[in-house]
């Protein structure tokens, strides 16, 4: 796994910190030091030469893991390190690109560490001795004397699926924020947000959705340009990969693109959704190859338990079903391979018009829209003291913002993206490159004031809980990006972007009401792990094994886990969604905690 550590470590320290990360023959690796501190990382190598920056000029040391999209005019890369170390707050406000940074003066002994403005690659430390950072957690714990198991990131876990705010499963470890500098002097640790964007509701309307659609070109073309070379895409009959599609190849071939597009589709989001046939078909408008990738539950059986590894225990492994497929790439693939997660997001189909609006709270509103398991199930499944809302109430407290909906957008922004989103993207960087458009502050800040009738509604009386499944700002930007694209089906709702917002309401109803009704995977309903679970050996017996042991740990409630999984396994109940936490947990409790 590629990845970057540091700290008041020494160089042996640093190669200790770095030795989890399980290595492929093709990686490269730089280390550095500067006295009282010693940098690590390890990159994709000529796979993906522009993924990375080393710095080293005797006075200033500094390590980018990932890429600076934008290097501000007159900026040399050694001034971008010379910069932070003087000023982290306003060189880093003015700098754009999915990264962890590290940089060190040999003469002050400063160290500066920082994320990117949507958290795209996380950053873990803890200071009970000096201080120590990598972007996973387990390369931390080395310098953690007597870890504990953090229970508020258990019930995380079991609740929502993912560790929530600045948790890990480790009490002595915490994560770094998007858009947060940790700067360590003179034997103290200090962090400062760097960027916070105004989350005041623009208004709707054509000069918005103009203006969307020329920030998304911008930040689409300032990736491109990072990229040395074919890239990869993921690519779906969804509306966020397209005008990502589209968008790169437009791209292709210019002075500030990729050499050429490749795409790759997998049957999925759910299988019933004609996925492939969609995706072909976009395809072959851009004139793109597409090439299917195998989904099945032998191959993830394969993978499972190196993906629970490389996520640090904190993602359940239902959530990184689709992920696995990197695994699965063809041998030519290209170096850098994208996926156009957090589009959605970003444009309203998260964060609902109720969760903003009329939800009792800032906290209760993102709790009720990521739950995934009721909190008496969650009480009866743990023998610990825990409350599901802890955490986000944590988190609104923390704010600063003035009214609901913006404390609402705050959390959004400091947590979901870097605690979910792209908390599979780890798994991805295992095998290829990866970029995100979306770590860019003038596209950032246009999204974050997004028009509160541009959010996704629900229908009524459902306190959010039915959303009508189609974003209309998602609909109106492919239409903007490419008129081609939007006469062809959106694979939720089975109609062209072309198609009124009702009709796509509509639509979304009645694919999703007959799948229901026959029995097939859709969204919300079965899903392919609860399936997998059942009909594949080893898989069932990977996870059997974990429920076995979770059972004798006193951590859960063993009568009611069998119970769970008995039902499970009968095709009485789909219980994916409270088995995936617990053996989640279980395996990287095992691995990682119990010696």
């Excluded at 508020?152 to 858009?179: F, I, N």
């Excluded at 922004?413 to 095998?431: D, G, I, Q």
């Excluded at 639509?507 to 594949?536: C, H, I, K, P, Q």
């Excluded at 088995?579 to 409790?589: G, M, N, R, Y």
Aim: aromatic content about 8%; glycine content about 10%; some cysteine.
């Amino acid at each position: 796994m590629t990845g970057i550590v540091g700290g008041t470590v020494g160089s042996e320290g640093a190669a200790t910190m770095a030795a989890p990360l399980k290595r492929e023959s093709w990686y490269g690796e730089e280390r550095a030091e500067t006295g009282a501190h010693a940098l690590e990382l390890v990159h994709h190598g000529e796979r993906d030469p522009a993924g990375h920056t080393v710095v080293d000029d005797g006075g200033v040391v500094g390590f980018v893991y990932g890429v600076v999209s934008n290097h501000p005019e007159g900026w040399a890369v050694a001034d971008l390190f010379e910069r932070v170390l003087d000023d982290p707050v306003a060189t880093l406000e003015a700098v754009d690109g999915p990264f962890a940074l590290a940089c060190a003066d040999r003469e002050t002994d400063r160290l500066v560490v920082a994320t990117d403005k949507i958290g795209a690659r996380p950053l873990y430390y803890t200071t009970g001795d000096g201080l120590a950072f990598g972007s996973e957690v387990k390369t931390v714990l080395s310098s953690v004397d007597d870890p504990t198991l953090d229970e508020q990131a258990v019930c995380d876990v079991m609740s929502v699926g993912h560790v929530w705010g600045q948790k890990t499963l480790v009490e002595e470890v915490r994560a770094l924020p998007p858009a947060t500098a940790l700067v360590y002097e003179n034997g103290e640790a200090t962090t400062e947000r760097y960027w916070n964007p105004s989350f005041e509701p623009a208004e709707s309307g054509d000069a918005y959705m103009f203006d969307l659609a020329n920030r998304y070109r911008e930040a689409v073309t300032d990736m491109a340009d990072s990229i040395d070379g074919d890239v990869g895409l993921w690519l779906s009959g969804g509306l966020d990969s397209r005008p990502m599609a589209a968008e790169l190849t437009r791209t292709a071939g210019t002075e500030a693109g990729v050499d050429g597009v490749r795409t790759y589709s997998y049957d999925a989001n759910p299988p019933t959704g004609g996925n492939p046939a969609l995706a072909e078909r976009v395809a072959a408008t851009l004139g793109l190859d597409n090439e299917p990738v195998e989904l099945g539950g032998e191959t993830f059986a394969e993978v499972v338990e190196e993906c629970i590894d490389v996520t640090d225990g904190m993602l359940r492994w239902n959530s990184f079903v689709n992920m696995s497929t990197t695994f699965s790439l063809p041998d030519d693939h290209p170096g850098v391979v994208l996926e156009a997660a957090a589009q959605g997001e970003l444009l309203g189909e998260h964060l609902l018009r109720y969760h903003v609006a009329d939800a009792e709270s800032a906290a209760r509103g993102h709790y009720e829209r990521q739950e995934a398991v009721d909190p008496e199930t969650v009480a009866s499944l743990l023998t610990i003291d825990v409350d599901p809302m802890a955490s986000f109430r944590e988190s609104e407290r923390a704010s600063e913002e003035a009214t609901m909906l913006e404390r609402a957008m705050d959390i959004h922004f400091r947590n979901h993206y870097t605690r979910f989103v792209f908390s599979s993207n780890p798994l991805a960087r295992r095998k290829v490159g990866t970029r995100t458009p979306f770590a860019n502050g003038a596209f950032l800040e246009h999204v974050a004031r997004l028009p509160t009738d541009y959010r996704t509604g629900s229908f009524p009386f459902t306190d959010g809980a039915i959303p009508y499944g189609a974003s209309k700002p998602k609909l109106k930007l492919t239409r903007l990006l490419d008129q081609d694209l939007a006469s062809i089906p959106y694979e939720q709702t089975r109609l062209p972007p072309t198609y009124p917002y009702p009709a796509h309401i509509a639509g979304f109803v009645a694919a999703t009401g007959y799948n229901r009704v026959v029995g097939g995977m859709t969204y919300g309903g079965l899903s392919l792990a609860d399936e997998w679970y059942r009909t594949n050996p080893q898989l069932r017996a990977y996870v059997d094994g974990l429920v076995d042991d979770a059972c004798e740990r006193d951590l859960f409630d063993a009568d009611h886990l069998r119970a769970l999984r008995d039902e499970h396994l009968a095709g009485e109940g789909n219980h994916i969604f409270v088995l995936a936490p617990v053996t989640t947990l279980e395996a990287w409790i095992q691995r990682y905690l119990d010696d």
